[in-house]
Nanobody, 123 residues
Framework: QAQLVESGGGLVHPGGSLRLSCTASSFTLDNYPIAWFRQAPGKEREGVAC???YSANNKRGRFTVSRNNAKKAVDLQIDNLNPEDTALYYC?????????????????????WGQGTQVTVYS
């Protein structure tokens, strides 16, 4: 059974940056779409950004998803953090078969999920 593991969460002041990382057993991450989602207390889970198979990175506003082949990971860089970014951040993988094409942040398309890493932005 594939397992995704997120890391890099923590406490940060507004205006700061954070880099989260997602690693996986049993999968070569480069072959699949990877997305990041987040869920704040009392709110629904929402998509943040994603990266397509064999694509190096994808920037969506303050959020940049990038593949880190040296670490065998997919990272999420969040810039200019604000308190509204406080949430549990999850990475997800759209598993086999391998497909070419783009990616989306539609939760229903992703069938492997990590346990999440907490990001807290406070003044």
């Amino acid at each position: 059974q594939a397992q995704l593991v997120e890391s890099g969460g923590g406490l940060v002041h507004p205006g700061g940056s954070l880099r989260l990382s997602c690693t996986a057993s049993s999968f070569t991450l480069d072959n699949y779409p990877i997305a990041w989602f987040r869920q704040a207390p009392g709110k629904e889970r929402e998509g943040v950004a994603c990266v397509s198979p064999y694509s190096a990175n994808n920037k969506r506003g303050r959020f940049t998803v990038s593949r880190n082949n040296a670490k065998k990971a997919v990272d999420l860089q969040i810039d200019n953090l604000n308190p509204e970014d406080t949430a549990l951040y999850y990475c997800a993988l759209k598993g086999p078969p391998i497909r070419l094409g783009g990616c989306t942040v539609n939760m229903l398309e992703y069938n492997y999920w990590g346990q999440g890493t907490q990001v807290t932005v406070y003044s």
